[in-house]
């Protein structure tokens, strides 16, 4: 089992969502090791390099921020904000449309609030 295995198990262990910033470093890190990654790995970190747009500490507080802001979202909805940065009302309206969780204009206007604290185009 090569590095980068190891370091993405126990990631699954914990049961922790990642966002793709974090995704990046992780393969990273396990790429600067002495074993190669495999095909899959190679294809999902060129993909966290192209897409992933802020570093990893910035993307856990934005995760961190919504999950407080708003207590009763999933967690895969706060890391779909942080790797997506949604800028306008409608966008985060689409990032939560599958949510069971009806976000009022007042939510909506935090999760812009906390994307624009954290996050400058």
């Not at 190891?6 to 990273?28: C, N, P, Q």
Request: proline letters at 3%; aromatic letters at 4%; a negative charge.
């Amino acid at each position: 089992m090569s590095d980068a295995d190891v370091i993405l198990e126990e990631t699954v262990e914990a049961g922790r969502l990642v966002s793709l910033a974090e995704v990046k470093a992780m393969l990273e890190k396990a790429g600067e090791g002495r074993v190669e990654l495999t095909y899959e790995q190679k294809i999902a970190l060129e993909h966290a390099r192209r897409f992933a747009r802020v570093e990893p500490k910035v993307a856990q507080a934005i995760v961190a921020a919504v999950q407080k802001a708003l207590p009763d979202v999933e967690a895969k909805f706060a890391v779909r904000v942080a790797d997506l940065l949604p800028q306008h009302a409608d966008d985060v309206r689409a990032l939560f449309q599958k949510s069971r969780h009806d976000l009022s204009d007042g939510d909506v206007a935090k999760i812009i609030a906390i994307v624009d604290e954290n996050y400058t185009p």
